[in-house]
C-alpha cells in the first residue's frame, strides 16, 4: 500500500495489522514478548513498528486507551505500565505533527470528571515511581487547558475555588495541591497571553468582589500564617486599583460603603481601612487635590462618618496634619453649641477605637474638651463613666495596653486612680476585681504583676470604704488559688528584691490562717501528698512549729 512504500521497513506491519487489526495485533505482540522467549526480539521490533505506524496516520488516542485496556483500569490507571507507553504516544505524535496537537486529557476526561482525575494525579504524586508521569498528565491538562484561551478565572471556578474565601490564603501559604495547579496554570496562561495578563489579586477580585477580597485579606492578616501574604496582597490590591485609574469614588463603591443600610455610622471597619488607605495612595500621587478631596468629604458626610475617617487618616503622614485640622475645627463647633461630651464622645467616633484609644489624639481633645465643658458649666462630668460605659468590660485591657506604652503613662496613672474609685463605689467585691483585672492569668508571676499593684491599692480602699466587709491580702488570694499553688506563688515572689517582703508576710499570713482554721497534719499533707514542692513543706514546718510552741504539744 502506499503507506509501505513510503515506508518500506513498515510492510510487515500493515500487513499483519490487515489481516489482524490493531487490537489483536497489540495483544499477539505482546503475548509473545511475555510468554515466548525465542520471539521476544521480534516482538519489541513489531511493538516500535505498529507504534511508529500509528504515529505516521495519528490514530486517535482514544482508540489506543481501548486497545492497552487501559479503561479497565479505573482510578489505578497512571500506575499501569501500559499508561507510561500511552502518554509516549501521545507526546510522540505531538512532536511529529505540532500543528495538530492531541492531549491526554480529552481522552482521560472521557472516564473521569476533573475532580476525580485531579485526586488521581495528587495521589500519584506522591510515589516517586509515578510522580513523573502524574506531573506530564497535569502539564498536558493545563496545555489543553490554555489551547481553549480558559482565563485564570474560569480555571479557578473548574477546580472549585471560586466558591469561598474561607482559608484561601492557607491553601497558598501552605502550597495546597489545587492552588499550585492554579499558579501554574496562571503563570503559563500569562507567557502565552501576554495582553491578557492577570495577577492573583485581580482574580480574586472578579471571583469574589473588591469587598470579599478586602475581608478575606483582613481575616488573614489576624492569622500568623498567613499575614505576611495579606499584607503583600493589600498592597497589590491598592496598586491594582491605582493602575486602572479608579478615583476615591470608585473605590468607595467597589467596596460597597455606598450600599450599607446604617448611613448614621460606618459599621464595616475593614472596608472603611481599605478605603481610607487608598485615599493616601491617591494624595501621595496627586497631592494638589487633597483639599479638594477633604473639602468634598466634609460636604458629604455627618460628623460621626467624617470623624470615622479623619481616625484612621491622622495615620498616614500625608493625611495627618489636615484631619487633626479639620477635626479641631469641628471641636470648636461642638463648644459653641455646648455640646454635652457624651455626645462628643460618639461623634469623635471614640466608640471605634478600641484598647488602644487611650493613645489617640481624638481622645486627647476629647479629655481637654471633657475638662473646658466642666469649667464652662460648673459640672463635674467625669471622663472616666463615659469611657467605662462605652467599653464596660474592655476597660481592663486598656489600664494594660496603656501601661506598656510609654505616651500614654500619664493617663495610665490617672485610670488606674479611676478604675480603683469607680469599683470601689460600685461594690465590686476583690474576688471579681481580681478576676477583672485578669491575674488568674499571671500564675507564679502574681506579686510582681502591674495589675497586682492595681489591686493592692483598691483592696486597701475597698477595706477602708466597707471596714464591715474587709478582705485581707491573702484572703484574697485563697479565693482564687489552693494553699498548695499560693505557696509557689511566694516562693518566686521571695526571690525577687521588690516583692520579697510581701511575700515573707503572706506566708505568716498563711501560717496564721492555718492557725485559725486548726489544720491538721494529714489534711495539709493531703495537697502534697508526692512530696514534690519543698516551699509548701517549708510552710507547713513553720506551722507545725508555731503550734508547738503555742500549745506545749506537737501537731498530729
Known amino acids: 500500500d502506499k503507506l509501505s512504500t513510503k515506508f518500506p521497513e513498515m510492510s510487515a506491519i500493515s500487513t499483519l495489522t490487515k489481516h489482524y487489526g490493531d487490537d489483536f495485533l497489540h495483544q499477539i505482540i505482546q503475548a509473545a514478548k511475555t510468554t515466548r522467549p525465542d520471539k521476544e526480539k521480534l516482538a519489541i521490533k513489531l511493538e516500535t513498528e505498529q507504534m511508529q505506524r500509528w504515529i505516521a496516520i495519528r490514530k486517535d488516542p482514544d482508540e489506543l486507551f481501548r486497545i492497552f485496556h487501559l479503561n479497565w483500569e479505573g482510578r489505578k490507571v497512571f500506575e499501569h505500565p501500559e499508561f507510561v507507553t500511552w502518554a509516549k504516544y501521545v507526546d510522540d505524535v505531538n512532536t511529529k505533527h505540532p500543528e495538530e496537537p492531541m492531549w491526554m486529557y480529552s481522552t482521560l476526561t472521557k472516564h473521569f470528571n476533573d475532580d476525580d482525575l485531579f485526586q488521581m494525579m495528587e495521589v500519584v504524586k506522591e510515589s516517586t515511581k509515578t510522580k513523573t508521569i502524574a506531573t506530564k498528565v497535569e502539564d498536558d491538562w493545563i496545555d489543553a487547558v490554555l489551547e481553549k484561551n480558559k482565563t485564570p478565572y474560569q480555571f479557578l471556578q473548574n477546580l472549585g475555588l471560586a466558591k469561598t474565601t474561607n482559608d484561601l490564603l492557607d491553601k497558598v501559604v501552605y502550597d495546597n495541591s489545587l492552588i499550585r495547579t492554579w499558579v501554574k496554570y496562571m503563570e503559563r496562561f500569562n507567557r502565552r497571553y501576554p495582553k491578557e495578563k492577570t495577577t492573583m489579586i485581580e482574580t480574586f477580585t472578579k471571583a469574589f468582589g473588591d469587598d470579599g477580597v478586602t475581608k478575606m485579606l483582613d481575616t ?332 506545749g504539744k506537737p501537731l498530729e
Open 220 to 551: 488573614a492578616k489576624s492569622k500568623s500564617r498567613t499575614t505576611n501574604l495579606a499584607t503583600k496582597m493589600e498592597i497589590e490590591q491598592l496598586k491594582m486599583w491605582q493602575d486602572s485609574g479608579k478615583s476615591t469614588d470608585d473605590v468607595f463603591m467597589l467596596l460597597k460603603l455606598d450600599k450599607e443600610a446604617n448611613f448614621y455610622h460606618f459599621r464595616d471597619k475593614q472596608l472603611l481601612s481599605t478605603w481610607v488607605s487608598y485615599i493616601n495612595v491617591f494624595i501621595e500621587k496627586n497631592p494638589d487635590k487633597k483639599d479638594i478631596l477633604f473639602s468634598a468629604l466634609q460636604s458629604r458626610f455627618n460628623d460621626l462618618r467624617l470623624n470615622q475617617i479623619l481616625n484612621m487618616a491622622k495615620k498616614y503622614s500625608s493625611m495627618e496634619s489636615t484631619a487633626t485640622k479639620i477635626q479641631t475645627a469641628k471641636i470648636m463647633d461642638y463648644r459653641v453649641r455646648n455640646e454635652r461630651p457624651s455626645g462628643v464622645f460618639t461623634l469623635l467616633g471614640l466608640m471605634d477605637e478600641g484598647d488602644h484609644i487611650l493613645s489617640t489624639s481624638q481622645f486627647k481633645l476629647w479629655m481637654e474638651y471633657v475638662e473646658d465643658f466642666n469649667k464652662r458649666n460648673h459640672e463635674q462630668e467625669s471622663w472616666f463613666l463615659f469611657l467605662h460605659d462605652a467599653y464596660k468590660y474592655k476597660i481592663e485591657g486598656m489600664l494594660k495596653r496603656a501601661r506598656e506604652t510609654a505616651s500614654t503613662a500619664k493617663i495610665y496613672k490617672m485610670m488606674e486612680n479611676e478604675w480603683v474609685k469607680y469599683s470601689v463605689g460600685k461594690k465590686m467585691s476583690p474576688k471579681d476585681a481580681f478576676h477583672h483585672l485578669g491575674l488568674e492569668s499571671t500564675g507564679s508571676d502574681t506579686l510582681s504583676s502591674p495589675a497586682f499593684k492595681i489591686w493592692t491599692k483598691y483592696l486597701n480602699s475597698f477595706n477602708k470604704q466597707y471596714p464591715k466587709e474587709k478582705v485581707t491580702m491573702i484572703e484574697g488570694l485563697r479565693a482564687h488559688y489552693r494553699d498548695i499553688n499560693l505557696s509557689r506563688i511566694l516562693e518566686k515572689a521571695n526571690n525577687d528584691p521588690s516583692t520579697e517582703k510581701m511575700a515573707i508576710d503572706l506566708e505568716n499570713a498563711l501560717v496564721n490562717k492555718w492557725m485559725v482554721e486548726k489544720k491538721s497534719l494529714a489534711e495539709l499533707y493531703m495537697y502534697n501528698q508526692r512530696g514534690h514542692e519543698k516551699s509548701f513543706d517549708a510552710l507547713i514546718q513553720r506551722y507545725v512549729k508555731k503550734v508547738t510552741v503555742m500549745t
